[in-house]
């Protein structure tokens, strides 16, 4: 396999084209296609980062060299965004393998640099079939109605904000109708995702904490072009802003002690906090106050401890210069190894990692 790096300006506007409708002027697809020996008619197929490549192991090409014969039936690899790699694939070529766990598309023919642009968005339309159907959301955009689509959303708005046990998965059939709906429309399902988040946080107190979720979840949504990635985005983020809210008194959501807890950890979570320490706080057992806990908010008192302490801290990474030890110390963290398990446990990243692409973003 071969994997060939783009100019970034047209990079920029193959992008734009394959998910804006911005044209491109098919004797540049001619020359760039050109420039890596690839013919007409060839296959191209979409496959999610995770079951793409290992970048490191592919021939690199240089548009200083021409390629040879011998090049003729190897797939092309091409990135022209984050998110997934596009396999151009030989007529004659050999097929290509993949893993168990490869997130794919059914290949699509192109037979022209005109029809080019097309058969890029139709192999991302097959991932995305293919996606929803691994991930037990496959149907017709028909059978799913807006109101069906609005209900779902007014009824996680609720439950998140009662921290109701269930509410996650009340959060994962509403995902499952947007993603069944808007199955060819990528844009709007983000949009959906932003207007669910504004209606959840809306008049939270915690603002400055709120906002700066809001804008990371803004970057990492518009960074996501496959839906099982967008699910874990959506999910991870969902669950850091659930942490966060009070909760609505007086809705059938927590009871008094489990409402004290959350307002004890959220005012205390950047300091030693045993389960003991807690109880004593809101004046009942520790054992009375871990299945109040577990029943009512679907986790552990220190598991939800943890992503108020891991959401503090993907704060202070982002927006500040302290090292990660500091980083570490001043969310309530004992070590700095504690804080790295915890911390990729939680994001699936590094705390050094997420600083660097945090500051990427932000650029």
Known sequence: MIYFDLNPSIRTNFTAAVFYGKSVNPSVIQRVLSDVGMKWPHRVQAVGVQGGPDISILKRYSSREKPGNEWEREPRVLSIHSGLYYFLLPEE????????????????????????????????????????????????????????????????????????????????????????????????????????????????????????????????????????????????????VVSLLGGEQGSGGQSEVVAKAIRFLGEHHAEPVSLKELSEAVHVSSSHLARRFRAEMGVSVMTYLHRLRITHAKQLLAESNDTVLSVALDCGFESPEHFHRIFKRITQTTPRRYRMDARVDRI
């Open 93 to 240: 070529g050999a097929e290509v393998s993949f893993g168990k766990s490869a997130r794919r598309g059914e290949p699509q023919r192109s037979v022209s640099p005109e029809h080019w642009i097309h058969s890029l968005q139709q192999a991302v339309v097959s991932l995305r079939e293919n996606e929803l159907e691994r991930m037990g959301a496959s149907g017709s955009a028909q059978l799913v109605s807006k109101q069906q689509e609005q209900d779902a959303a007014r009824r996680l708005v609720v439950m998140a904000r009662m921290h109701a046990p269930d509410w996650e998965e009340a959060a994962a059939d509403w995902l499952r109708l947007c993603m069944i709906r808007y199955q060819r429309m990528l844009n709007i399902v983000r949009r959906k995702i932003m207007e669910l988040i504004s209606s959840m946080t809306r008049g939270a107190e915690e603002e400055d904490r709120i906002s700066f979720l809001y804008a990371d979840l803004v970057l990492r949504v518009y960074q996501t072009h496959t839906f099982s990635e967008l699910e874990e985005v959506t999910f991870t983020s969902l669950r850091d």
